[in-house]
């Protein structure tokens, strides 16, 4: 007798590692900077409209996400048409993919990078076309743009790049757009795009409009601090754009996650304070490590890379004993975020202390 079988890729699918948290230890404050969160508390009206919208959870939330495209479409001056939301923007990876790819079909990405593509690329049956990064964590652009086959349907451009941290230009995915055929999706995924700070950076809007096979993924998650709600978007023509919304899961993001969206982008001067104020850390971060003689990727997130190699897992365990917990990648490296003054200064002292 045989059981009910999944498809083949699914048990090729690799495994999501979390971030852990943090180490309780006896009379230390222990941070969790594994994530990529914001460590800040969420604003006050955020919380108050998010009360609201839980008075009401005997009722199923408005499954168009009709006033969170509004406010989206005022903010970004978008049609409502060219937007989809969905429960973090990785559920708008696998859309994306289910909805443009045929089994075998190709996805070229940068690696490392983040660690959902291949994920969601296997989980789609679509193969995963890997292009190593350069040795400062960059985009290899000429070498993406090489790996492209007839059997291309979409490339990932990750811009502030997890984990390594450096941001494409614009003259580079103005170069990578005029030679990726127009049927090949680019996706532009900006988690991490209000932290950069840089020449020359991608302005993702106006690229979108220039161009019908470019989508923008872009999160609530990082600097407007609602990981915990799962509540990201796309900005794409409506084409690309309702196909992503044909393909959502029903009711998916949660009545407080509208709501809590909503009242972010009204917050939105309180937010993007404070992400000057972790910009600033990192600036710090990356000047301390420096001075440490350590030869990091410039990150234009609110994260750092430590390529490490072998000696990741011994970096990771050496911060948990100061009560910082990183994100080690196997014998890669280890991405640290930038949280809290004092986690910082830890990681500073950890970084002093730790042989390079
Ligand atoms: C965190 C992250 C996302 C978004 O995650 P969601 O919480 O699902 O919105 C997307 N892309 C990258 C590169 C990220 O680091």
Same mark, same amino acid.
């Given at each position: +007798? *045989? ?9 090729? #699918? ?7 948290? /943090? ?22 009206? =955020?919380? $108050? %409209? ?6 009401? +959870? ?22 409502? *048409? ?9 559920? !708008? ?5 289910? &909805? ?17 593509? /291949? ?21 290899? #652009? ?5 790996? #492209? ?6 490339? +990932?451009v990750?811009t ?7 941001s494409v230009t614009q003259?580079e995915l103005?170069?990578? !757009? %005029?030679?990726?055929?127009?049927? =090949?999706?680019?996706?532009v995924?900006e988690?991490?795009v $209000?932290?950069v700070?840089?020449?020359d950076a991608v302005d993702g809007? %106006?690229t ?5 096979? =470019?989508?923008?993924?872009? *999160? ?6 609602? %990981? ?9 023509? @409506? /084409?690309?754009?309702?196909? !992503? ?22 917050? @939105? ?21 420096? $001075?440490?003689?350590?030869? =990091? ?10 390529? !490490?190699?072998?000696? *990741? ?28 003054? @004092? ?7 950890? &970084? ?5």
């Open positions: +007798m *045989t059981g009910p079988t999944p498809r083949p890729n699914v048990a090729a #699918i690799p495994a999501y590692v979390p971030g852990k948290p /943090p180490t309780v230890r006896p009379g230390m404050t222990s941070y969790k900077l594994s994530s990529n969160e914001n460590p800040y508390p969420p604003l006050p009206g =955020v919380v $108050e %409209a998010a009360h609201r919208a839980v008075e009401v +959870m005997n009722r199923y939330p408005d499954m168009g996400n009709s006033a969170l495209y509004d406010a989206l479409a005022a903010r970004l001056g978008v049609p409502v *048409t060219d937007l989809a939301a969905a429960t973090g923007s990785v559920a !708008l990876i696998y859309q994306l993919l289910h &909805a443009f790819c045929e089994p075998g079909d190709e996805v070229v990405h940068a690696w490392r990078s983040f660690e959902a593509y /291949p994920i969601a690329i296997t989980s789609a049956a679509a193969t995963s076309v890997a292009v190593p990064v350069t040795a400062d964590g960059r985009h290899d #652009i000429d070498a993406m743009v090489d790996a #492209i086959t007839p059997r291309t349907r979409c490339v +990932m990750c502030p790049n997890n984990p390594t941290g450096p003259a103005d170069g990578l !757009l %005029a030679r990726v055929p127009s049927d =090949v999706l680019v996706v995924d988690a991490y $209000e932290f700070r840089m020449d809007l %106006a979108y409009r220039d161009h019908p096979n =470019v989508v923008l993924f872009r *999160t609530f998650s990082k600097a407007y601090g609602l %990981a915990g709600f799962r509540v990201g978007y796309a900005v794409a023509h @409506e /084409p690309v754009a309702a196909a !992503l919304r044909a393909v959502s899961l029903p009711f998916g993001v949660s009545g407080v996650a509208q709501a809590a969206a909503i009242a972010s982008l009204d917050a @939105e001067a309180a937010l993007l304070e404070r992400v000057d104020a972790l910009v600033a850390e990192r600036d710090r971060v990356q000047a301390g490590l420096a $001075e440490a003689g350590w030869d =990091v990727p410039s990150s234009q997130g609110n994260f750092v890379w430590f390529p !490490l190699g072998e000696r *990741t897992p011994d970096f990771a365990v050496a911060a948990d004993e100061l009560g910082i917990v990183v994100r080690p990648f196997g014998a890669e490296g280890a991405r640290v975020s930038i949280g809290e003054v @004092e986690a910082n200064d830890r990681l500073l002292e950890l &970084a002093r202390a730790f042989p390079h």
